[in-house]
């Protein structure tokens, strides 16, 4: 069975839930890659409507960000789900390459 806890849907019942917040929710996707750069999507959402959006571009190369957002929140998340997107990346990468190896020696 499963409970109604913050985490789980709209968490507008939530008891720890702000009353005064600036979003209820942070959304990020992958707008483009490439060896050099990664560009992220935000959407900052309040009652299910997207109050402010952006792109955030980070530098691979470098290791670090191009145009960080301003609110430090917004960009501790976009860097968790980079790290999260590269994370995965790379593992795919690993998986298709001894996939790869694997073809060739069959």
């Given at each position: 069975?499963?409970?109604?806890?913050?985490?789980?849907g709209?968490?507008?019942?939530?008891?720890?839930?702000?009353?005064?917040?600036?979003w209820?929710?942070?959304?990020?996707?992958?707008?483009?890659?490439?060896?050099?750069?990664?560009?992220?999507?935000y959407v900052?959402?309040?009652?299910?409507?997207?109050?402010?959006?952006?792109?955030?571009?980070?530098?691979?190369?470098?290791?670090?960000?191009?145009?960080?957002?301003?609110?430090?929140?917004?960009?501790?998340?976009?860097?968790?789900?980079?790290?999260?997107?590269?994370?995965?990346?790379?593992?795919?990468?690993?998986?298709?390459?001894?996939?790869?190896?694997?073809?060739?020696?069959?």
């Open positions: 069975m499963v409970r109604d806890l913050c985490n789980l709209n968490a507008a019942a939530c008891p720890h839930l702000p009353r005064e917040r600036d209820d929710a942070v959304r990020f996707s992958v707008a483009r890659t490439g060896s050099d750069q990664v560009t992220l999507c900052c959402e309040l009652a299910y409507a997207p109050v402010e959006h952006g792109k955030l571009t980070f530098d691979c190369m470098e290791e670090c960000w191009v145009n960080p957002h301003a609110d430090a929140r917004i960009q501790r998340l976009a860097a968790s789900y980079l790290e999260v997107y590269r994370a995965r990346r790379n593992a795919s990468l690993v998986v298709d390459e001894c996939l790869d190896a694997n073809e060739k020696t069959a």
